[in-house]
C-alpha cells in the first residue's frame, strides 16, 4: 500500500512542478481548454482549429512527458556550436572544390555540401533529435487563444451558422496555470432552400439536365465543403462527357440570404463561358500506345494496328490484343477522364511497366491521346536471409533460413509473370514426442520450391469480347505447382506436392474477390517407430485432430473469399472497417473418382469450413484510435472423413491472436492436460498445440502516440476453439473431464479473457511490436480457480506475463 501510495505521489508532483519551472516571469501555462456546443457541431472538428492545446498528457496520468523529453534536449542544445559546425562543413568543401580538377567533381562535392549543410540547418532550426521528439512548453498565448474564437466562427459560417458566437465560460490563472472554458453558441443553419441554374452552353445544360438526382444542394444545410463537391461534381461530370479543357473555376456559385425569410437562402449554380467561346467538346481521333518512349529505340519499333489503336511495340514484344484488354479509351469516342483513369490504373497492376503516363495533343485540330510506358526488366530476382522460429512453437532456437524469388515477365508475350519461389530454413524447436521433446535443437529442417504463372486475364473458354468487358475488373489467372520437405529429427519425415488454380478480381479499389475451383495436395508421411507409438497412444485416447497430421493423406478442396476494405484499414490513425469472409469445401474429387481415388493406406478428407473476420478503427482524437477484431470461423468434417487436414484447422494464442497464451496452445474449451510438480502442484501443460474447428475471437485495443515513432497500446483479447467431437477419453489427462466438445451451455464460461500493455515503433514502412499480455480468466483450470484475475499480485505479475514480437499490428 505503501508502494502504491509513494508511486501515485510522484507522478502527480511531477505533473504539479514538470513545466513551470521553466517558465519566465509573466507567463503560464496552457493547462485545460474546454470546448463545449450545444450538440450539433462536432467537437473534434473545432479541435484541430486551436492555434494552440495544452501538452499531451501520458494516457489518464496527469503527466507532460513529452515536455520532459524537449526540457531534456533543450538542456544539451548548444546552437552556436551547430552554426560554427555547419560553417566548418561549408568551408572543408570549398577547399576541396578549389583543387578539384573537373567539374563534375566539383559538381558532385557541392551536391555534397549543400546536403550536409541543410541536415546541419534542420537540426539549428528544429533542434537535437530529443527536442524534435519531444513538444514545447505550452506557454500561454492571448493573441492564440484570440485567433481560435476567430477560426472558430469563421468554420460554424462555413457550415450554415451565420449568426454563431463562441463565449469564454471559464478563464482562470492559478498557479502559473491557465484554464479557458470556450462555449460555442451555434444559432440557426441556414438551408439552401432554392436552387436557380444559369449554363451558358446548350450542350452542356443538356448533360448537366441528365442527372437531377445527383445535385447536392437543393433543400440542404448551406455548407462551404458541399457546395466544392457540387462544384468537383460538374467537373468530373463534363470532364467525363468530352469536355477535356473543362476547369473547376468556371462553376460559380452566388448565394442571397436576403430575399428569403427564416434562414432560407437561395442559391445560384453558374457554369459560365469561357470568355469570348463556347467550351469545346472533344472526341478522340487516335490512340497510341508506345512501349520504351526512348529515342534509341524508335528505329527498332514496329508500328501496328489493334481495335483501332495504334501499337509502337519493340520488337513486338507484347500481343496488342492483350494490352488492348486493359485500355478503355477508343478513337470516335468522346473524350472520357473517368475512362483514361481506368486506363493508367489497369495497365499500372500488370506489374509488367516502370511507368504509365497518359497525355492529350489538341494542335492541328486534332485530339490524340498517347499512352507512354517503359516496360521493367524481363528478369527479376531476390534473395533474403536471417534467422527465424516459428509462431507455431512455443518454445525452441531461432534459426537460419532463406529464401529465393526469381521473375520472368512476358513469358510468351501476352504480359504473364512466370515466378519460381523457393525457401529453406532450420529451426530450433521441441520435439513432438516425449522421446525427442528435450533432444537436440536445429531438428527441423524444412525446404521446397513453388513454380507459378500469373496470366492478365481469366483463361477461361470466353469470347474475347468478354475478356475486354472485365478488364476493368483486374482479372488475373494463377497456376502454380509445388513441392515442400520437412524432416523433423528423430521423428518424422513430411513431403508434400501440390496444385492449385486461382481466379482473383477486384469491383474496386477496396472490393476484392478469389476464387480457387482446385487446390490438391498429396503428402507423403514417414514416421520413426517411437514417434508412431506415441502417435497410437494419443490416437487410442482421442486425440484424432493431433494425429491426422502426420498421416499420409491426398487433400483436395475449392475455396472462395472476398476482402472488403473501407477508408484505408491498417493505414494508420483513421475510421476504417475491413471484412474478410471465406468458405471451403473439402473433398473435391471424391464425388468424381470415389472415396478412396488412389492408395487405400491414404487418408481422404471432406469438410466445409467458413469464416468471417471484422475489424474496425474508430479515430478518437489526433493521437488515439480504438480498434477492435471479431473473428469467427466454424468446420465440419462429414462422410466417412474423422478429422481435418492438419493445415485446416482453427488456433487460438499467439501475437495475432489470444496474446496471453503462447501460440496454438489454448483449447480447446475447457481441456487442459495437466503435469504434477516435485512439490506436489498442478499446473496446465501448454507444451501441445491445440487445433479445433470452432473459433471465436475478440480483441480490442487502445492505440496512442507515445512520442515521435514509439506508440503505446492497452488491450484485450477473448476467444477460444472447440471440437465437434470429444478429445479425449482419458480422464487422467483432462481432470475435468471437458474433452474440448462445444457445447452452449458451457459456452460462456469458457471463453478465455487476457489483457496487457504493447510498445510499437512505426517507421511508416514497418511496425515492430512488444506486447506483454497476462491470463485473466484461463478455462483449463477447474471452474472455481478460472478468474486467475484474483492472483494478481506484484510478485507473481513478472513471470506469468507473456511475452510477444511481432511485424506489423496484432490486427
Not at 269 to 289: G, L, M, T, W
Not at 559 to 568: L, P
Not at 658 to 681: K, S, T
Not at 686 to 705: C, M, N, T, W
Amino acid at each position: 500500500m505503501k508502494v502504491k501510495l509513494l508511486v501515485i505521489s510522484t507522478i502527480f508532483i511531477l505533473s504539479s512542478c514538470l513545466g513551470t519551472r521553466y517558465l519566465e516571469e509573466g507567463q503560464t501555462i496552457l493547462k485545460k481548454q474546454a470546448i463545449k456546443t450545444d450538440g450539433h457541431v462536432s467537437i473534434d472538428e473545432l479541435v484541430l482549429l486551436q492555434e494552440q492545446e495544452p501538452n499531451t498528457h501520458f494516457f489518464l496520468f496527469p503527466f507532460t512527458h513529452l515536455v520532459y523529453l524537449y526540457q531534456w534536449g533543450y538542456a544539451n542544445y548548444d546552437s552556436i556550436g551547430m552554426v560554427q559546425k555547419r560553417d566548418r562543413i561549408g568551408e572543408r568543401y570549398d577547399r576541396k572544390m578549389e583543387k578539384a580538377k573537373t567539374k563534375k567533381e566539383k559538381r558532385k562535392l557541392q551536391s555534397k555540401k549543400i546536403r550536409k549543410q541543410d541536415k546541419w540547418d534542420s537540426k539549428i532550426k528544429e533542434g537535437n533529435l530529443r527536442m524534435r521528439w519531444g513538444e514545447k512548453l505550452a506557454v500561454f498565448d492571448s493573441s492564440k487563444y484570440l485567433q481560435t474564437k476567430e477560426n472558430f466562427k469563421n468554420y460554424l459560417f462555413s457550415i450554415g451558422h451565420f449568426d454563431a458566437e463562441v463565449e469564454t465560460r471559464y478563464f482562470k490563472t492559478e498557479e502559473k496555470k491557465t484554464s479557458i472554458k470556450l462555449k460555442v453558441i451555434e444559432g440557426p443553419q441556414y438551408m439552401m432552400d432554392s436552387m436557380i441554374y444559369d449554363i451558358q452552353n446548350e450542350k452542356i445544360s443538356e448533360i448537366f439536365n441528365r442527372y437531377p438526382k445527383q445535385r447536392l444542394l437543393d433543400g440542404e444545410p448551406y455548407s462551404q465543403d458541399l457546395i466544392t463537391r457540387e462544384r468537383d461534381r460538374v467537373y468530373e461530370l463534363l470532364s467525363n462527357n468530352g469536355y477535356y479543357d473543362f476547369k473547376r473555376q468556371y462553376v460559380i456559385f452566388e448565394v442571397d440570404s436576403a430575399s428569403l425569410d427564416d434562414q432560407r437562402l437561395i442559391v445560384k449554380e453558374i457554369i459560365a463561358n469561357p470568355i469570348d467561346k463556347e467550351h469545346k467538346q472533344y472526341q478522340i481521333d487516335s490512340v497510341i500506345f508506345t512501349a520504351n518512349p526512348n529515342e534509341s529505340y524508335v528505329r527498332r519499333r514496329e508500328p501496328s494496328r489493334h481495335n483501332n489503336i495504334t501499337f509502337n511495340l519493340t520488337n513486338n514484344v507484347f500481343y496488342p490484343r492483350v494490352v488492348d484488354w486493359r485500355i478503355f479509351t477508343y478513337p470516335d469516342s468522346l473524350y472520357n477522364k473517368q475512362l483514361v483513369q481506368e486506363t493508367q490504373k489497369q495497365l499500372g497492376y500488370l506489374d509488367m511497366f516502370k511507368f504509365v503516363n497518359i497525355n492529350h495533343d489538341t494542335t492541328g485540330g486534332r485530339f490524340v491521346t498517347n499512352i507512354f510506358t517503359s516496360p521493367l526488366s524481363k528478369y527479376q530476382t531476390s534473395f533474403e536471409g536471417g534467422l527465424s522460429i516459428l509462431e507455431s512453437q512455443a518454445q525452441g532456437l531461432p534459426g537460419p533460413f532463406i529464401n529465393f524469388n526469381a521473375k520472368n515477365r512476358n513469358t510468351f508475350k501476352g504480359l504473364e509473370i512466370l515466378q519460381l519461389d523457393g525457401s529453406a530454413s532450420i529451426q530450433g524447436i521441441n520435439g513432438v514426442s516425449k522421446e525427442t521433446s528435450n533432444s537436440r535443437k536445429y531438428s527441423r529442417l524444412q525446404y521446397g520450391a513453388t513454380l507459378s504463372i500469373t496470366f492478365p486475364q481469366f483463361v477461361f473458354p470466353i469470347k474475347n469480347a468478354y475478356k475486354k468487358q472485365i478488364g476493368a475488373y483486374n482479372p488475373k489467372t494463377k497456376a502454380a505447382i509445388g513441392v515442400n520437405f520437412e524432416y523433423r529429427f528423430g521423428e518424422y519425415e513430411r513431403t508434400t506436392f501440390n496444385s492449385s488454380w486461382t481466379y482473383t478480381w477486384q469491383i474496386s479499389d477496396n472490393l476484392r474477390f478469389n476464387f480457387k475451383p482446385y487446390e490438391v495436395a498429396y503428402i507423403r508421411s514417414i514416421n520413426s517407430d517411437a514417434f508412431k507409438a506415441e502417435l497410437d497412444t494419443l490416437e487410442a485416447n482421442g486425440n484424432i485432430s493431433y494425429v491426422s497430421a502426420f498421416k499420409s493423406s491426398f487433400v483436395s478442396n475449392s475455396a472462395m473469399s472476398m476482402d472488403y476494405n473501407s477508408g484505408g484499414y491498417g493505414l494508420g490513425n483513421v475510421n476504417a472497417k475491413f471484412l474478410h469472409m471465406e468458405i471451403e469445401y473439402g473433398g473435391l474429387l471424391q464425388p468424381i473418382l470415389g472415396d478412396t481415388p488412389f492408395r487405400k493406406d491414404l487418408t481422404y478428407y471432406k469438410y466445409l469450413k467458413g469464416g468471417i473476420d471484422f475489424r474496425q478503427s474508430v479515430r478518437l482524437d489526433r493521437k488515439t484510435s480504438f480498434v477492435y477484431r471479431t473473428n469467427i470461423g466454424v468446420a465440419y468434417v462429414f462422410g466417412s472423413s474423422r478429422s481435418l487436414p492438419y493445415e485446416k484447422y482453427y488456433f487460438a494464442g499467439g501475437s495475432n491472436s489470444i496474446r496471453a497464451w503462447q501460440p496454438r496452445r489454448l483449447g480447446p474449451g475447457a481441456y487442459g492436460e495437466y503435469i504434477v510438480r516435485e512439490n506436489g502442484d498442478k499446473e496446465v501443460n501448454y507444451d501441445r498445440e491445440q487445433p479445433g474447428d470452432i473459433i471465436v475471437e475478440l480483441s480490442a485495443e487502445i492505440r496512442r502516440d507515445f512520442f515521435a515513432i514509439f506508440d503505446y497500446a492497452l488491450f484485450v483479447d477473448a476467444g477460444n476453439v472447440w471440437l465437434w467431437r470429444s478429445k479425449t477419453i482419458d480422464n487422467n489427462l483432462d481432470p475435468q473431464g471437458d474433452r474440448g466438445k462445444f457445447n452452449l451451455d458451457n459456452f460462456a464460461s469458457e471463453v478465455a479473457v487476457g489483457a496487457g500493455a504493447g510498445l510499437r515503433i512505426d517507421m511508416s514502412f514497418l511496425v515492430m511490436r512488444i506486447d506483454a499480455a497476462y491470463k485473466f480468466i484461463d478455462p483449463a483450470v477447474p471452474l472455481n480457480q478460472r478468474y486467475v484475475l484474483d492472483e494478481l499480485k506484484p510478485r507473481n505479475l513478472w513471470p506469468r506475463i507473456n511475452w510477444n514480437f511481432g511485424i506489423g499490428y496484432p490486427f
